[in-house]
């Protein structure tokens, strides 16, 4: 094991075990729109050849996998993800997998975690870099009680908190107890105190079970929006590590949030009139320890490699969102108005520009790019490769990223305002984005054309198609005297 006591090999995972009197073992792996899937092997099957082998399952029920004639796949676990799950009963390890086709013996090429370790191969194999850090701010709400239904004659959604403003002329609270007040208006919901933050003990209990699984928390706190917005930060980790850690991020939130008898979701946009979520994420490139995106001189303190590294990211931002702002409500988000980072731009403070350069710190460890378009409903495999394949498309290619947008957007004239390009108004528009723009992808077989094609098919029938076809209730409102 290693000297903080993580497992690193089959041996150990096998003396993890023992020592804690695990009874089932838990194999998960990310199906490819980015949602853990699991089943469980009883102890008297674990063997360590199971590390090699792996054990078979039916890849045709798995979303974004295989057809029903080509089903038979396997998971093969990580040994070095091992984690005593939390909220089973009986004593169980989680195990986190890769995905390997029998039909080919080799590695399953829609697996999202493959495309994360060959985008950080490309790196090391571009000589540009030979490390990327990546430090996402995962943000999302905690309601009490979700309910909605769709069907041919009807569609809704209600949404309940105690938080919420809505509530603060109720006569009783949502328990029943008497109405204490302290209701988060909206767009105020930004580091207020108990009482009026009344999540505070419940995020704390989230981020106990986060430094437990291995992961380093660097502060917790309220978001902007009534009714229960929360964010928990995490230290910078390398894309295959951090991709993994945002996942089980993810899995212990939701169900710290259920056992406190509420709900967690990273849903961009839940509530209209208030802030949405976002997965703001930072993320910069190393070489022999050296840190390439920063310079002793020149705007922000950031050098040409990072300016590059914008440029590639800006160039590619409506095709990046295909996979970093992947649902059709990602974009009730990224709308102006609401913080939202909806100009493909870059500054060192403006929070609009779709690339910020933090500003906190001299210290050049600390040099680094916030891109702000993404959401949490991203597959963060997919889209940190992604993100870093773009960066590095504009350090091959030289791509400049323009001037800086340092003005307050809101306060400029139609003519400024106009020559200010925006990110894409829909998931369709993104799609379309990444069909006419996804070579650089493609550069060193990180990404496959199967899996682009694959995605592009799985968001438009699934998600963009059913969206289109449904009456929205606020056209009643709109139309229905027409």
Known sequence: MTSDNKPTTPADVTAMIKENGIMMIDLKFCDLPGT???????????????????????????RGFQAIHESDMLIVPDPTTAMIDPFAAMPTLSLICDIVDPSVSKPYGRDPRLIAKKAEAFLKESGVGDVSFWGPELEFFMFDSV?????????????????????????????????????????????PTPPVDTQQDIRSEMVQRMVEAGIHIEKHHHEVATAGQAEIDMKFDSLLSMADKVLTYKYLVKNVAREHGKIATFMPKPLFGDNGTGMHVHQSVWKDGVPLFYADQGYANLSTFGLHYIGGLLKHAPALLAFCAPTTNSYKRLVPGYEAPVNLAYSMRNRSACCRIPAYFPNPAAKRVEFRCPDPTANPYLAFSAMLMAGLDGVINKIDPGQPLDKDIYNISAEEAAGIQQVPGSLEEALDALKNDHEFLLRGDVFSKDLIDTWIDYKIKREVDPMRLRPHPYEYALYLDA
């Open 147 to 191: 309910r909605f239904d769709q069907n041919a004659h009807s569609g809704y959604y209600f949404i309940d908190s105690d938080e919420g403003i809505w509530n603060s002329g109720a006569e009783f609270d949502l328990d029943g107890g008497p109405n204490l007040g302290n209701k988060i208006r909206h767009k105020e919901g930004y580091f």
């Open 36 to 62: 853990w899937q699991h089943f469980t092997l009883p102890l008297i099957e674990y063997e360590e050849k199971l590390f090699e082998e792996g054990t078979g399952f039916d890849g045709s029920s798995i």
